[in-house]
Each structure stands twice: as C-alpha cells, then as structure tokens.
C-alpha cells in the first residue's frame, strides 16, 4: 500500500528566506506525486506534480519540488518565502491507476512565514 | 474559468436533520469524488463516482450517501447527522485522458451540527 510522510507537522522561516517542506512517500511502482496547498476555509489548490522526467518541478507561484528517487522524497521548495505563502501545504502520491481513485495525502504541514 | 463549485460554503443542520451539499463541475471531468476533512487534517475520501459508477470507501458510514444525475453534477447526503460529522466536505475531480491528471478541488462545505 501506498502512504506518505510529512516529518515536520510545523515550519516557520521568515520573510525572504527559502523554504524547505519535507515529504517522504512509499509505493509499489512508479510514483505519480503532487503538492497541494490549503488556505484557511478553501479547499485544496494544485500547486505541483512528478509524473517522470526531470527531478526538478516547477509549478505555481514560484514553488519547485525535487524528487529523488533513491530517498524516496519529494520535497517542495522556494527560494524567497512570503508572508502569503503562510498555509497548510499536502503531499500526496498515487499509483498507476486508471485515475485518482488511488491518491493518498501525507497528514499536513503548516507553513508560517514571519514578516 | 472551469471549475469546481461547491454550494452552499457553510452549511449548519440540526442533530439528526437530512442535509444535502451539492458540487458542479465545468471541467467535463468524468471522475468526481467526496472528501471529508476534519481539523486540518489529511482529507478522507468517503466515495467516488467513475461516470456513473459508485465507488464507495470501505469505512465510509452508511448515512453517507451520495447521487450522481449528470456529468457535470454530484451531490452528498448525510441521511442523520451527528455531531461527529461537523467538517469541511471537499468535491474533487479528476479526469482519465491522456496524461496524469491532478485532482481539481472546490472551496468546500464546512457543515457545522448543532
């Protein structure tokens, strides 16, 4: 089965510093990986996805992640964090599948970026 | 844009009341799913509609129900809600093309039950 880890439930980094938010995933198979980010009574807005390829993402809003295979991470990163970046980030993977009926989430980090 | 709209955003019902959450897509997605996240916690897929076909989680309660009438429409009901089911409730979909399609997500229904 499938699952994903988010080491860190909290990080805090202030504004302009890059950011680091950890994932750590397990599956059987190739890896389909996504970032997620949630902002306070939204729901979950697309920010990233691995399918194959290059082992560095970019995706919205300056985010990029890098997947390493032999570590099985997929870990988000910026290069200059904003106060507006300060959210509930998700990691999530699925399997080959048809579709997403497969996709598991990591429980959650909570970014704080401090003015 | 196409989207993923969910009505109402903030729904409260009575202990034990019927209530219904409805979603409705634009993106012509066949797939469309029903989360429940509680506490900013991982969401919980509670069931999923494959075009017509009804995929229900295992340790999903039967007062969850769910109805699907067209492409582009999904609705959730909670047959007796307790206090235990106040949450955010998540529509998603997701479509089977070529490529890998990330899930789509609306703003959500928070349902509080008093």
């Known amino acids: 089965a499938q699952s994903v880890a988010q080491p860190e439930d909290q990080v805090n980094v202030a504004e302009g510093n890059p950011l680091t938010v950890k994932c750590t995933y397990s599956v059987s198979g190739n890896p389909y990986l996504f970032w997620y980010v949630q902002y306070p009574n939204r729901g979950l807005q697309f920010l990233l996805k691995y399918i194959t390829g290059d082992n560095l993402v970019k995706g919205s809003y300056g985010f990029e992640a890098e997947f390493n295979k032999s570590q099985t991470s997929f870990h988000l990163k910026k290069p200059s964090a904003l106060v507006s970046d300060s959210a509930l980030y998700f990691c999530?993977?699925?399997?080959?599948?048809?579709?997403?009926?497969?996709?598991?989430f990591g429980p959650g980090t909570r970014l704080s970026v401090l003015p | 844009d196409a989207m993923v709209i969910q009505n109402p955003r903030y729904q409260v019902t009575q202990f034990g009341k019927p209530v219904t959450l409805s979603c409705s897509q634009t993106l012509n997605h066949n797939v469309m799913y029903w989360y429940q996240q509680k506490s900013s916690q991982a969401p919980k897929l509670l069931f999923h509609y494959y075009d017509k076909d009804f995929n229900n989680e295992a340790d999903t309660p039967d007062n969850f129900q769910s109805r699907r009438p067209n492409t582009s429409f999904c609705f959730l009901d909670i047959r007796s809600p307790g206090l235990g089911d106040a949450a955010m409730y998540l529509c998603a979909t997701s479509g089977t093309g070529t490529g890998v399609s990330p899930l789509h997500f609306g703003n959500g229904t928070r349902l509080t039950v008093t």
């Open positions: 999530a993977v699925r399997d080959g599948g048809d579709y997403g009926q497969n996709f598991v």
